[in-house]
């Protein structure tokens, strides 16, 4: 069954430090992949999405992620956080039949 | 700027009583969704729709919780009786499917439920 593993449950970061939030995944065939992100009382906002071709996806406010078949990782980066990303992120996997399975979610907490 | 826009954004209510959640998705799309998010079980996906028609509502406890698209601009999620478990945040998304690929769910901004 596909299943999507976000490990880190918080984390906390210093405002202009950069950022990797961690997810695997375990589907049997090549993923639709997406990261999400949750602004307190907000629904869900699409950063970025994979479906194939290069492995580095770029997405909105500054993020990008690397797909990685031979981790089963899709990894999301951003060089230098700012306050504003503090936020919940979701990492999510597509079925193939247009329903998507969401992570558990890493809050990011932002330091001044 | 187009939106996903679900009402009430709050309701509190006590058990036994109907609650109905209404979602409008964004013009055009083709398929809706209801997901429910707690903080034990995150997000869940309740049911979800395309070109109006039921296609999964697996996730959807199917004695007390019923969903439905009346027409192509409102789809509602009701929950009859209601029991304090269902307190929840109620997200609607909707999205194109063109057929190949996936396409964007676009979220509106929840229903927050409270069941006392």
């Known amino acids: 069954a596909q299943s999507v593993t976000q490990p880190d449950i918080h984390i906390t970061v210093s405002e202009g430090a950069s950022l990797e939030l961690r997810c695997n995944y375990s589907y049997g065939a090549t993923p639709y992949l997406f990261w999400y992100v949750q602004s307190p009382g907000q629904g869900l906002q699409l950063l970025l999405k994979y479906f194939s071709g290069d492995t580095l996806v770029q997405g909105i406010k500054g993020f990008e992620a690397e797909f990685k078949r031979s981790q089963s990782s899709f990894n999301l980066r951003k060089p230098s956080v700012h306050w504003s990303d503090a936020a919940e992120y979701f990492c999510?996997?597509?079925?193939?039949?247009?329903?998507?399975?969401f992570g558990k979610g890493t809050r990011l907490h932002i330091l001044p | 700027d187009a939106r996903v826009t679900q009402t009430p954004r709050h309701k509190v209510t006590e058990m036994g009583q109907e609650v109905t959640m209404r979602c409008q998705p964004i013009?055009?799309?083709?398929?809706v969704f209801w997901y429910r998010q707690t903080m034990m079980q995150g997000l869940e996906l309740l049911a979800y729709f395309r070109n109006r028609a039921p296609l999964d509502d697996s996730g959807m406890p199917k004695d007390r919780f019923s969903a439905e698209m009346p027409d192509a601009t409102l789809a509602t999620l009701k929950i009859q009786p209601s029991e304090p478990r269902d307190s929840a945040v109620y997200f609607c998304?909707?999205?194109?499917?063109?057929?190949?690929?996936?396409?964007?769910?676009?979220f509106g901004p929840g229903t927050r439920l409270t069941v006392l």
């Open positions: 013009l055009g799309h083709n398929t």
């Open positions: 998304a909707s999205g194109l499917v063109r057929g190949v690929g996936y396409n964007e769910q676009f």
């Open positions: 999510a996997v597509g079925k193939g039949d247009d329903k998507i399975i």
